[in-house]
């Protein structure tokens, strides 16, 4: 029987042939080695490669990316089209229209522009203390969240179509100044949800006292539906949380494993924290009080500002009138069609005021002026907050006492 050679001696008779199952001897080279064997019989698969897969095998499914619904080119165009229609179809006629009475800025009184200016400034203020409120016992500094609230407002102005982008930034910072991961989520979560509720309750106050004096506008209508809502969302989550927090956390999990970059159980024990802090916001009524204090004066002093600049144009709109057209304009913002309801707000408004007999060159230069103050003049100022708050001094010392390995990176845990 013929043996098979190796490189370590000739094989064991009867060993079958590993190429071909036989026991023939493989050709000797004329330098005595066996050349290698570059496929077995009848294939073209390599000596030692892996089998193929049968015949009737699936073929492998190569993993597919995740789809959003709408890719962002879509969602930037549409953006960018809504808001050119709200522009054509309600700013430029009312700016036509505030051209022509733009002599009117030769009587307008500075100091009670001034004084606008100081309310705006003031409502901001009212925001970051509601912010402080809730993240209470152990809140970062007042001019430290301030800074915060100013860089989320700057980013939710310039992102379109993003509601969550404001929050992220202000999630990241607060982390950066102490604050631990599930009270930062409590406090965002409170204090934007808390704050639209404040605004639905006074805009249906407002209705009701308004309708029966200055009639009914289908708008309100749709306004109040939104409203509701919001309110319903609410209410459930706030049931779901106080109630039902287990079944909560186990949902959402479950949601989150199929969600890259996040941890199922990270998030389950986050929500049971949130949860555990909503319950003792809602039993402590001295802080629940707080918080809606200081979120009814952030509208408030919002909405006196730009009474005032109405006024500094010429013209005393009735408190309650505008109390209706502040709401609306407010409350329909909240669909997220562009970046914190620009060009929504201002057409609204606009028409809405003019609906109360506001003259409308007053009404356009007065709204868009408080616009200017409320909307854009945060930008360049949470831009260099922001800056502040990532490269300034406290935060260069930070990250030295910290370390460059565990400097504070946004992904503290809860």
């Known amino acids: 029987m013929a043996t098979m ?4 001696g ?5 060993v079958p042939d590993p190429v071909d199952g036989t026991n023939a001897e493989p050709p000797v080279s004329h330098n005595g080695t066996s050349p290698p064997v570059a496929a077995s019989a009848g294939t073209d698969r390599p000596l030692g490669a892996a089998a193929p897969p049968p015949p009737d095998a699936p073929a492998p499914v190569a993993p597919t990316k995740r789809k959003r619904w709408l890719p962002p080119q879509v969602r930037w165009t549409i953006t960018i089209v809504v808001l050119a229609f709200v522009i054509e179809l309600f700013l430029l006629p009312a700016v036509a229209k505030a051209l022509k009475t733009i002599h009117t800025l030769a009587k307008v009184n500075v100091w009670l522009l001034l004084f606008a200016v100081l309310l705006e400034m003031a409502s901001l203020s009212a925001y970051a203390e509601l912010t402080r409120s809730v993240l209470s016992p152990d809140p970062p500094r007042r001019f430290t969240v301030l800074r915060i609230d100013m860089s989320s407002m700057a980013v939710s102005h310039v992102m379109p179509v993003s509601a969550a982008a404001g929050p992220a930034v202000a999630y990241r910072l607060l982390l950066d100044n102490g ?7 409590f406090a965002l979560t409170t204090q934007g949800v808390g704050s ?10 407002a209705l009701l006292i308004s309708i029966p004096l200055s009639g009914y506008n289908p708008l ?11 309110l319903a969302l609410f209410a459930g989550a706030v049931l779901l949380l106080t109630r039902g927090k287990r079944y909560a956390a186990d949902w959402v999990a479950r949601v989150s494993a199929h969600i890259p970059f996040l941890n199922p159980e990270r998030v389950s024990n986050l929500v049971q924290k949130v949860a555990a802090r909503l319950e003792g916001l809602l039993q402590n009524r001295q802080r629940l009080g707080g918080a809606l204090g200081w979120a009814s004066a952030n509208w408030l002093l919002d909405v006196a500002s730009l009474w005032v600049f109405l006024f500094a144009f010429g013209h005393a709109v009735n408190p309650l009138d505008l109390l209706v057209a502040y709401g609306l304009a407010n409350v329909l913002a909240a669909i997220p069609v562009t970046p914190s309801g620009l060009g929504v707000v201002e ?3 606009i028409s809405t005021l003019v609906g109360f007999h506001v003259p409308p060159g007053i009404a356009t230069l ?16 949470g831009g260099a907050a922001y800056l502040s708050l990532r490269f300034g001094p406290r935060a260069r010392r930070r990250r030295r006492v910290a370390g460059p390995e565990t400097a504070p990176s946004g992904g503290a845990s809860a």
């Open 5 to 8: 050679t190796t490189a370590s």
């Open 10 to 14: 000739p094989a064991p008779a009867g």
């Open 179 to 185: 604050v631990t991961g599930s009270t930062a989520a």
């Open 196 to 205: 639209a509720v404040v605004l639905n309750v006074i805009f249906w106050f």
């Open 220 to 230: 309100y209508g749709f306004a109040a539906l939104i409203g509701v809502i919001l």
């Open 347 to 349: 057409a609204v408004l």
């Open 366 to 381: 007065a709204v868009l002026s408080w616009r200017m103050i409320n909307f854009w003049l945060p930008i360049p100022v």
